[in-house]
């Protein structure tokens, strides 16, 4: 089949040995407009309204992120091993200021606004420090204990939840990235050894999330497309009235 793409056209024909080739333009039209529409999701990412439409308009996700951060830090904390306790309490008091900051968010003035440049790009960094470097942070002060493991993928199953999915794959790969300078210095330790009860619990709270976040997408498109629906048969039963005025 390559020497069809190697080979010249005969006149009036297709590709060698391929009457038609209408398949095969249809086909690189179709593969030209994916390129494309991945460019463009691309270039977007680096536009301020990319950032504005990630950005949570309603005040429940903030609270309930908030508390999450504060819940999520204090059960850790237990787990934390005694030598470290002194050494990182700063980013446990670090993580807990930052669930505080955002569980009340929603009565500063600027919630009122619905953000502004600064807070749209500053959102995914805290859910990067506390979902992704607090995660890997929080597994080696504790030695890679079954909870904090078993937590680390309920973030990333709640990160797919208010973060696009190429922000989260993003995040996630450049926390593994530096996992080797992130303190305190410990080697990964056997996947055997993370397969527990707790991690399973984990897992399938990742799936959950993931499953919700289509269902909702789903939804989400469904009623986008009645809406339009239902916009272009009212503007069409106008133009009818309009015409039958005129006639």
Known sequence: MIFHYLLPKKPNTGWVGIPDDSPV???????????????YYFQ??????????????????F??????????SSILLFYVRKVYIFSYIYWYIAVMAIGTIVTIYPTFHAYKQEGNRFLHG???????????????????????????????IVNIGLSSLLLPYTITIVMLSFVLL????????????????????????????????????????????????????????????????HNQANW
């Open 25 to 39: 333009k249809l086909q690189n039209q179709e593969t030209k407009r994916w390129w494309l529409r991945k460019l």
């Open 178 to 241: 530096i996992y080797r300078w992130i303190p305190p210095h410990l080697d990964l330790v056997s996947y055997k050894e993370l397969i527990t009860t707790e991690t399973m619990i984990g897992l399938t709270i990742l799936l959950s999330c993931l499953v919700y976040r289509y269902l909702r997408n789903t939804t989400n498109r469904q009623l986008q497309t009645i809406a339009l629906t239902r916009s272009c048969d009212q503007q069409y039963a106008l133009d009818s009235l």
């Open 122 to 152: 500053l959102w995914p960094i805290l859910l990067c420090v506390v979902f992704f470097i607090s995660g890997i942070t929080y597994m080696k002060l504790s030695h890679f204990s079954p909870m904090s493991c078993a937590l680390f």
């Open 44 to 61: 977007s990412i680096f536009t301020t309204s990319y950032w504005k439409d990630t950005f949570p308009k309603n005040a429940t996700t």
């Open 63 to 72: 609270i309930a992120s908030g508390i999450y951060f504060i819940i999520y």
